[in-house]
C-alpha cells in the first residue's frame, strides 16, 4: 500500500484554500498582504494545513514557511520555505 499524498491549504480566518506547494502558499500570502496593505499587527494567523485539518506549517510575515506552530518558533530555526532572495555575491 502506498502512502496517502498530502494535500495542502491555506487557512486563515475559519476559510481555507488549496495550495500546491509551500511557494505557492507564500506567493499567495505575500500578495494579499501586499494589496491589503497590513502590517505585521494587522495581518491574521495564516497556517497550512493538511487534508484532515492537521496544521503541518504557519506563515510569518514576511512570507517564509515553517514546520509546526507559532508558538514553537525558537531563533536559529531553518524555514521548510525562505521566499528571501539569495544573498548578493561580490565576485570580481
Known amino acids: 500500500m502506498s502512502p496517502e499524498a498530502i494535500r495542502l491549504f491555506l487557512r486563515a ?3 481555507q484554500w488549496p495550495v500546491r ?3 505557492e502558499a507564500s506567493e499567495q500570502y505575500c500578495a494579499v498582504r ?11 494567523p495564516v497556517v497550512l494545513v ?6 503541518r ?19 536559529g530555526r531553518t524555514p521548510a520555505y525562505d521566499n528571501a532572495p539569495p544573498p ?3 565576485t570580481p
Do not use: C, E
Not at 34 to 44: I, K, N, W, Y
Not at 50 to 55: A, V
Not at 57 to 75: A, E, K, L, M, Q
Open 13 to 15: 480566518q475559519g476559510r
Open 21 to 23: 506547494s509551500l511557494k
Open 34 to 44: 501586499d494589496r491589503l496593505g497590513f502590517g505585521a499587527s494587522q495581518m491574521p
Open 57 to 75: 506549517f504557519y506563515i510569518s510575515y514576511n512570507g517564509r514557511v515553517w514546520h509546526g506552530h507559532h508558538h514553537d518558533h525558537t531563533p
Open 50 to 55: 493538511d487534508q484532515h485539518g492537521t496544521q
Open 88 to 90: 548578493l555575491t561580490n
